[in-house]
């Protein structure tokens, strides 16, 4: 009751929403879903720049979305299918392996992430050509580093 009592009295002070946010924060579940897709992106650029992975993990359990982590997954291929190097097939390889150790990312989310690349592939490839032999050779990759499950693997679309 005392908690009710004080909660009102914080929703009733001026710009109360402020002061809750002050108070007991506005968490993962309060963001917004463009919100979180656009700090998922910012995320994964920065890793790109620095290299760092704890960084980059800290970062993620900082958005307190662990439901979400699918959008980093699928960001993450997408990123690679999108890029002309090897830089960063390697850095998100590595990512992706990092997450999936230290358990911050699921094998459920991580099949969600994958399963909606394989969903879209075919309009991905329409702005990038080579798109399946790249996502191929990744999921490939990360099968033999124990991120994706075989099953999983075998689920991949090829033209």
């Known amino acids: 009751r005392a908690a009710l009592d004080r909660a009102t009295v914080l929703l009733s002070v001026t710009k109360g929403g402020k002061r809750i946010d002050n108070v007991w ?17 910012m995320l994964l650029k920065e890793y790109l720049l620095s290299g760092d992975v704890l ?7 900082e958005l307190e979305v662990p439901h979400f982590h699918h959008e980093l997954v699928y960001e993450a ?11 960063t097939f390697k850095m998100m ?10 358990s911050v990312i699921t094998m459920d989310q991580m099949k969600r992430g994958y399963e909606r690349v394989y969903s879209e592939i075919p ?6 050509p080579h798109s399946y032999s790249v996502l191929e050779r990744f999921v490939e990759e ?10 999983l693997r075998d689920l991949c679309p090829s033209r």
């Open 93 to 102: 390889l590595d990512l992706l392996k990092s997450l999936s150790r230290s």
């Open 25 to 41: 924060g506005s968490g993962g579940g309060q963001q917004s879903v463009k919100h979180l897709v656009k700090e998922i992106d």
């Open 123 to 128: 309009d991905i490839n329409l702005d990038v």
């Open 77 to 87: 291929v997408v990123m690679v299918l999108e890029s002309t190097g090897e830089k």
């Open 142 to 151: 990360c099968f033999q580093a124990g991120i994706i499950s075989k099953p």
């Open 55 to 61: 960084e980059a993990e800290r970062c993620l359990q």
